[in-house]
Nanobody, 119 residues
Framework: QVQLVESGGGLVQAGGSLRLSCAAS????????VGWYRQAPGKQRELVAH???????NYADSVKGRFTISRDIAKNTVYLQMLNLKPEDTAVYYCNAVLSTMYKVENYWGQGTQVTVSS
């Protein structure tokens, strides 16, 4: 199991920046995949970015060049640096961790953090 705690959300003007943090209760190296998802009102939850155990990164097209996912191994924390924010980035952002063993794959979610971008 893993517990995830997000922080760093808030209200920012368009063009501004925020950094989200996702603190995990176990070593990041033991987690197959850590990702950030977001869900806007009335919309489905969508992948924003993820980083694999090996450090490979993947981004949604809508955030490429603006958002960067990174990790601090010593702190068991994954970050999402968001630059040049747009009103359409407004959503609740969730941290997700995928634990994979020979027998099963498990998904864990944080409680979410609100990001609001004003125009």
């Amino acid at each position: 199991q893993v517990q995830l705690v997000e922080s760093g959300g808030g209200l920012v003007q368009a063009g501004g920046s925020l950094r989200l943090s996702c603190a995990a209760s176990r070593s990041i190296f033991s987690i197959a995949l850590v990702g950030w998802y977001r869900q806007a009102p009335g919309k489905q939850r969508e992948l924003v970015a993820h980083i694999t155990m090996g450090g490979n990164e993947n981004y949604a097209d809508s955030v490429k060049g603006r958002f960067t996912i990174s990790r601090d191994i010593a702190k068991n924390t994954v970050y999402l640096q968001m630059l040049n924010l747009k009103p359409e980035d407004t959503a609740v952002y969730y941290c997700n961790a995928v634990l994979s063993t020979m027998y099963k794959v498990e998904n864990y979610w944080g409680q979410g953090t609100q990001v609001t971008v004003s125009s």
